[in-house]
């Protein structure tokens, strides 16, 4: 579904490489589906392409991934945003 995100295949082929390309169609549809606009949708994208590469250059696995000792995903902070309004 990330197809109906991003026009050129190269990206959508970048997208899906790594530990999060697994995950990536599915999100897509789910958010997609839900209504989210696809201006939205694009820079997210391009966040969990750059988290992939990331956790790629230093060997970390999905399954290593936690949060800190005093700190939960809920805890921290972000910036108000329009998509999750």
């Known amino acids: 579904m990330i197809h109906q995100i991003y026009s050129c295949k190269k990206t959508e082929q970048d997208l899906r490489q790594g530990p999060l390309g697994a995950f990536v169609d599915e999100l897509a549809t789910v958010l997609l589906e839900k209504g ?5 949708l694009i820079p997210r994208f391009a966040v969990i392409g750059e988290l992939s590469r990331w956790l790629i250059q230093k060997k970390i696995k999905l399954c290593d991934l936690t949060p800190t000792p005093n700190q939960s995903v809920h805890s921290i902070p972000f910036k108000a945003d329009p998509m999750w309004s």
């Open 36 to 40: 989210y606009p696809k201006k939205y």
